[in-house]
């Protein structure tokens, strides 16, 4: 590895053209980059979700010809060819004739953020239409200081948006409204007191929701099935419904490391879903009250909406973007090199952006994967285990937390098994759809199919599988979940005590007295989460929900 310094990534195709298009939520920013995109017939739209590059996908395919558009993610792929293709950044190519690139503040973010700056430092495009919010422009500006011509166009909101001076009750909610929560447990307690006010109006929509369910949930709020739908912050990323009103239950949320409160450039991303321009009249935003254990800030509110609409500067994070290593960024010449290869790059990374407008990204995870790979390929495996099949390996977008840290690892044993001859057990790589059970279990399911597409679009044919078997999988778990949501809703807990009926948080099963030892007060440090209590509770809403039936797989080989 001596001599083998890494380099900065450069274009050698610098673009003619950069476009900003800057501006607060609803104010046309998406919908005039892909009529510029449109007219030049050839390009690519990426996004951070697969929700929004389907958005975009429906609305170029419906005005142009067939054929034109594609659309490509990390779970299917629709005509990759087309001259115009929909997609999210990780399947952005490097080059073509235009980029639109959608929620560019993005790359900011410390988990995905480099494949933006990776796209805009060394993306070959003739032009570029870069849409964020304003306060996002001097994080972008030098990613393509090279550029020989640069346009910003500031966008104003289209429509009005006013704060609801009074906080709305579950039985006040009108339709068309959009209430916001933050954990799927307050989803479904929020959804549970609505429910007795509006039966079977009331959706929900969450990140573990498969992404088949999540657009069938969208679609039956656009078309007014469904009255209200109680989301979390999935909602706040440039996804477009008819709602008139949102309104937040809670204002705090657990970010990965801590529970804090709402910033106002999330809280403005959310609120300005409201009255959508084009969908819907002027919007509104609220606080909703009345649900135990959830107290939401008017404050937090007042100060996102002054955002959205324009009237102030919000307080996103002023993180430089990240630089993360290509292999050939790293001077590796085998598997065993690229821990050292790694920690090498990002202290060298680390000194190289010291005065750029970027900064090395953490890679420890990648060297974690490593380590963690590495004892597999001293026996048989070994055969397999070349530095770029491991590469490829360690960069499968599968979650490596705690606690389906074990689930790649598994996955990358069965890809290397596979390699070698060895004989791999298709349900070590795909579950069977469950025989009955608990949304819970569905979701689960339907997690590890699309791990399993992800490894089998890299590693075809590992156990026998590809990665249509797995889409199957995940679609019978999606139609599952689609059947039991109705049921889940009505049935969930709503911040009542499960001895006494009094409100409590949704995320506790009794109240301080009724959790309390015999003989004991109840104090503060009596009350607990009862996980005892949580575990039976869903298990028999398992067997209310889906027992006894069996699950499609069974259902068709009956039928």
């Not at 937040?248 to 657990?254: I, N, S, V």
């Not at 790059?345 to 190289?352: G, K, L, N």
């Not at 028999?540 to 259902?555: D, Q, S, V």
């Amino acid at each position: 590895m001596e001599g083998a310094a890494p380099t900065l990534p450069i274009r050698t195709a610098r673009p003619a053209e950069v476009v900003f298009h800057l501006g607060p939520t609803n104010s046309g920013k998406t919908y005039e980059s892909l009529k510029a995109l449109a007219a030049t017939g050839s390009g690519v739209y990426a996004a951070p979700l697969r929700q929004l590059a389907h958005e975009a996908y429906a609305k170029l395919s419906a005005e142009l010809p067939p054929g034109t558009v594609g659309l490509s993610t990390g779970e299917e792929e629709i005509d990759p060819q087309a001259p115009i293709l929909c997609c999210t950044v990780e399947k952005a190519p490097m080059r073509g004739q235009m980029l639109v690139l959608d929620e560019s503040h993005w790359v900011a973010d410390p988990d995905r953020g480099h494949h933006w700056a990776r796209l805009l430092l060394t993306g070959e495009y003739r032009v570029m239409h870069l849409i964020s919010a304003a306060e996002a422009y001097l994080l972008l500006r030098p990613l393509i200081s090279d550029a020989e011509r640069v346009t910003v166009i500031n966008h104003k909101r289209l429509s009005r948006l006013d704060v609801l001076r009074a906080p709305v009750r579950p039985a006040g909610v009108r339709p068309q409204t959009l209430v916001v929560a933050f954990s799927r447990k307050a989803v479904y307690a929020v959804a549970a007191e609505l429910d007795r006010h509006r039966p079977g109006k009331v959706g929900v929509l969450y990140g573990a929701l498969p992404p088949a369910t999540r657009r069938e949930v969208i679609e039956r709020f656009t078309d007014g099935e469904l009255e209200v739908l109680v989301t979390t912050d999935v909602i706040g990323h440039g996804i477009n419904v008819p709602a008139t009103t949102v309104l937040f239950a809670e204002t705090t949320k657990f970010d990965g490391t801590e529970l804090r409160s709402l910033r106002s450039w999330e809280t403005a991303q959310i609120a300005g879903r409201a009255g959508r321009y084009g969908l819907t009249g002027h919007g509104r935003v609220g606080i909703l009250i009345g649900v135990a254990g959830l107290k939401p800030s008017q404050g937090l509110l007042v100060a996102g909406a002054e955002v959205a609409r324009g009237d102030a500067t919000s307080d996103l994070p002023r993180r430089a973007p990240r630089l993360r290593p290509e292999l050939e960024d790293l001077g590796a010449f085998e598997a065993v090199d690229l821990p050292e290869a790694l920690t090498r790059w990002m202290a060298w990374a680390r000194a190289a952006t010291h005065n750029e407008a970027m900064t090395a990204d953490d890679v420890s995870s990648l060297v974690l994967r490593v380590q963690a790979l590495l004892p597999r390929l001293r026996g048989p495996l070994g055969a397999a285990g070349d530095l770029a099949t491991v590469w490829r390996l360690v960069n499968l977008s599968i979650d490596y937390n705690p606690p389906r840290r074990t689930r790649w690892l598994v996955l990358a044993g069965a890809a290397l098994e596979h390699a070698v001859g060895l004989p791999v057990q298709p349900e070590t790589v795909l579950p069977d759809v469950p025989r009955g059970g608990s949304i819970e279990e569905f979701e689960q399911a339907a997690a590890a199919a699309r791990d399993a597409q992800t490894l089998l679009r890299q590693f075809p044919g590992v156990a026998g599988l590809s990665s249509d078997d797995a889409a199957w999988v995940e679609e019978e778990c999606a139609e599952m979940i689609a059947e039991l949501l109705p049921d889940a809703i009505a049935l969930g807990r709503s911040g009542k005590c499960v001895e006494c009926g009094g409100g409590i948080a949704p995320w506790f099963t009794t109240c301080r007295p009724c959790s309390a030892p015999a003989g004991r007060g109840g104090g503060e440090r009596d009350r607990r989460p009862a996980n005892g209590g949580r575990r039976a509770a869903g298990r028999a809403a398992g067997r209310t929900l889906g027992g006894g039936r069996g699950g499609p797989r069974e259902r068709a080989r009956r039928g």
